[in-house]
């Protein structure tokens, strides 16, 4: 009993946590590393991207609920994602054409493009903060929870009681039809093979007669629909503010260069790594010890072993660990 | 147009429009835009000796900022000895004892190169660490938590925080570029970024340092209060002679103080700079920036200079918010963001003209000008364009209220038409 409950817990407040906050930064990331493949750059407005994002979704979400449109049980917001993703797309690209396009065809040094995405990260921050503000927003609806604690309880007569949030079951259910969608994408059509081919060889590329202007837009576009889906499952899920979205960035970053930049399915595993070691470390133990030890060797104090405002350092930590021991990351994305 | 003209006619720019704020809006707001200008002025020489000169991308210069304010509270906030009866030597023997745990794995991994004898000493390390500090520092936060709670610092007199705040910000760039150098210039970017964060974590968590969020008023001054000078007949009567009322005067007396010490640092900072640029070790610098391979084939240890030019940049970056800090007369560790102290700084380097030391400063002044004057500027357009607006209309409130975000967009603006059309800045390396 004593280790159902322990198990129980550990589900409760590491597992299903780890598993909803993974499933976000892993589309965060992919879209990092989408950037990155193909536009060879690391993109330093991929935070106020998605703030941008979930802005849009959060003012489509009010207007359906003000017409009286609802999903049942569902948050209205995934009814607004698709409009979000639009207004996205448009803005991002427009800022390509805008602004990224000139370098391209100078053939900028990284590091320029990176200072440029720096200016586009002021200037989309200045938006969204316009727009909607800097404050918290919530804009959660319907069913809250799939279990609640205390109908866990009676059902399994344990002491421990599990909760699993609507918002956690739907980041995982999304993340995964949006990233097998992703994968479908890049392995079987032909625009997906010839992004390949342009993140792999842009010389070779060329020379087959892929147009890099085509390549560069449906980056883009793909690009926008993970960070506005991303950015709603994280604010559904938690809270939606601009500066906790900029904050995001460094997990993501952290995610997508433990997976291997440029590599997608290394995005996918960087995110988890660096979700459960966050949750993990965060994490006060004494709980799930008190159920899974003896009583002798129970714990005393919390066995939290970093404050949960350290989550920055342990998304650091990890990523100096794998610049150090393996720049490339764990799936061999690019290196220099 | 020569650059040595132009170099003038940017800085005569730069003065008209700090008069003019003193004669439009008031000496006072003038003297503020001056201060906080000259203090954007030193952290845009560093970002520039480490960009411009040395070509690392560092965008952690918030982190060291912090620092530096970290400095003004150990080095002259009065001990508090409670505290220091308390816990405080077990505290620092726990800090000392992680210093020696990471050390000690680093060595171990130097010279084994075994990766679970390294991850042991890690664990070991870090259970004897949390043992040793816990009780130490729950002692320390439970004297007097309202008024003090913390170990203080040493009292010393505030000047002396400045140059100990690039200590500090020395130290910490040493173990940075100890780790991150080497790497690419993006992860060079995200890992510098990291640490500027994890900087401002542990001023924000320990509580037995810096007094966390609960801050530190009332620093100790460099300059004298205004009560008191208003309080000083002397003071009333050389007041009432320039034609000023003792209030204004004191205020103007107290600013104006904090400008000499800040331009006396400044233009040290300054010589020395571009004294550095100027010499050998200058054009080895910009060498190696232009080119890795064939510096390091005219034998220049190109990681050891990286690593030094990285160090010293960052130090100017503590001086700096050591003196931001002083200024301020306040820690307060939840008002570091990284948009406005670390990517500002950038803007102004890269405005001001990357390379050039000059360039740097004036960009330090003209961004902090802008950005102070925004939000004024912004409200008067805002309120020419909702002038058609009903009044009451919620679109007006809401556009009225928004004014204040007005800065972050100029300054994504201004940061890209300068990369796009003038990409050496206003004042371009020679």
Redesign the interface.
């Known amino acids: 009993m004593d280790f159902l409950n322990a198990l129980v817990t550990l589900a409760n407040f590491v597992l299903i946590p780890g598993i909803a906050y993974g499933s976000q930064l892993a589309l965060g990331a992919l879209g990092v590393t989408l950037v990155y493949g193909i536009l060879r ?2 993109n ?1 407005a991929h935070g106020d991207t998605m703030a941008f994002g979930t802005m849009s979704v959060i003012l489509f979400t009010w207007l359906f609920q003000s017409w009286g449109l609802s999903l049942g049980p569902l948050p209205t917001a995934l009814l607004a994602i698709p409009f979000g993703i639009v207004a996205t797309a448009a803005l991002m690209l427009g800022t390509d054409r805008v ?1 990224y396009r ?1 370098y391209r065809a100078q053939k900028a040094k ?3 493009f ?3 995405s ?10 969204t ?3 909607l ?2 404050d918290e927003q919530r804009f959660d609806d319907g069913e809250r929870f799939i279990i609640r604690a205390r109908d866990f309880k009676e059902m399994t007569g344990l002491d421990e009681g599990l909760t699993l949030k609507t918002t956690q079951g739907l980041t995982v259910v999304t993340a995964v039809i949006v990233v097998a969608a992703l994968f479908w994408f890049l392995n079987n059509t032909r625009t997906g093979k010839s992004m390949r081919a342009f993140s792999d060889n842009e010389d070779l590329a060329l020379l087959s007669g892929i147009s890099p202007e085509h390549v560069v837009r449906v980056t883009w576009l793909i690009v926008a629909a993970l960070v506005v889906v991303a950015g709603t499952l994280y604010g559904l899920d938690k809270t939606y503010k601009p ?1 906790t979205y ?2 995001l ?2 997990p993501i ?2 995610s997508a ?1 433990v997976g291997g930049l440029g590599s997608p399915l290394g995005a996918i595993a960087g995110g988890f790594v660096v979700a459960f070691s966050e949750v993990g470390i965060t994490y006060a133990w004494k709980k799930v010890l008190g159920y899974a030890l003896p009583d002798s060797l129970a714990p005393d ?1 919390l066995v939290q ?1 970093l ?1 949960t ?2 989550k ?2 342990v ?2 930590m990890i ?2 660990v794998v ?2 021991f393996k ?1 490339t990351g764990l799936f061999r994305g690019k ?2 | 147009m020569s650059l040595t003209l132009r170099t003038y006619v940017m800085f005569a720019v730069v003065i008209v429009l700090i008069v003019g704020t003193g004669f439009v809006q008031s000496w006072n707001s003038a003297l503020l835009i001056l201060n906080m200008g000259l203090v954007s002025a030193v952290m845009a020489l560093g970002v520039n000796l480490q960009w411009g000169i040395a070509g690392l991308f560092n965008v952690g210069v918030m982190g060291f900022v912090a620092l530096g304010g970290l400095a003004v509270v150990l080095t002259s906030v009065a001990p508090v000895p409670e505290a220091w009866a308390a816990g405080g030597v077990r505290a620092w023997v726990a800090v000392l004892i992680g210093a020696a745990t990471v050390t000690a794995s680093v060595l171990v991994w130097k010279r084994m190169r075994n990766a679970w004898i390294m991850i042991a000493v890690l664990i070991v390390g870090f259970v004897i660490y949390r043992y040793v500090r816990d009780a130490g520092v729950d002692a320390i936060e439970s004297v007097n938590p309202a008024a003090t709670g913390f170990l203080g610092g040493l009292g010393l007199p505030v000047i002396l925080a400045w140059p100990v705040g690039g200590l500090l910000a020395a130290g910490a760039a040493w173990i940075i570029g100890k780790t991150a150098l080497g790497l690419r210039s993006d992860y060079l970017a995200i890992a510098t970024l990291g640490i500027s964060e994890i900087i401002i974590a542990i001023l924000k968590n320990e509580e037995w340092l810096s007094r966390g969020v609960k801050n530190v008023n009332g620093l100790p001054r460099p300059v004298p209060n205004e009560i008191d000078l208003q309080n000083d007949p002397g003071f009333v009567e050389a007041a009432a002679g320039w034609g000023l009322d003792p209030t204004t005067a004191s205020t103007l007396y107290v600013k104006l103080g904090y400008s000499i010490l800040f331009a006396v640092v400044l233009v040290i900072l300054l010589v020395l700079a571009q004294l550095a640029l100027n010499s050998p070790w200058g054009r080895m610098m910009r060498a190696i920036r232009d080119n890795e391979v064939s510096s390091r084939a005219m034998g220049k240890d190109v990681t050891f200079r990286h690593l030094q030019v990285f160090i010293l940049g960052s130090a100017i970056c503590g001086i700096a918010g050591a003196m931001m800090t002083t200024l301020d007369g306040q820690l307060t560790p939840s008002s570091y963001q990284p948009l406005r102290y670390t990517f500002l700084i950038w803007v102004m380097v890269i405005v001001g003209g990357s390379g050039n030391n000059l360039g740097a400063v004036l960009g330090g002044f003209l961004i902090w000008f802008l950005w102070v004057q925004v939000e004024p500027m912004g409200q008067a357009l805002m309120n020419v364009i909702t002038m058609g607006l009903p009044e009451g209309s919620g679109l007006k409130a809401h556009l009225l209220d928004s004014v204040q975000h007005m800065r972050l967009l100029t300054m994504g603006v201004v940061l890209l038409l300068v990369l796009r059309f003038s990409p050496k800045g206003l004042l371009p390396e020679r």
Request: charged share 5%.
């Open positions: 750059f690391s330093f602004v000139f990284p590091i320029i990176v200072m440029v720096i200016g586009v990260m002021f200037i989309y921050n200045g938006i903060r316009f727009i503000g800097a500066f900029f904050q960035l460094l970053f952290a260069i104090g072993l404050a405002d350290y920055f350092a998304s650091f990523l100096v610049l150090l720049p290196s220099v």
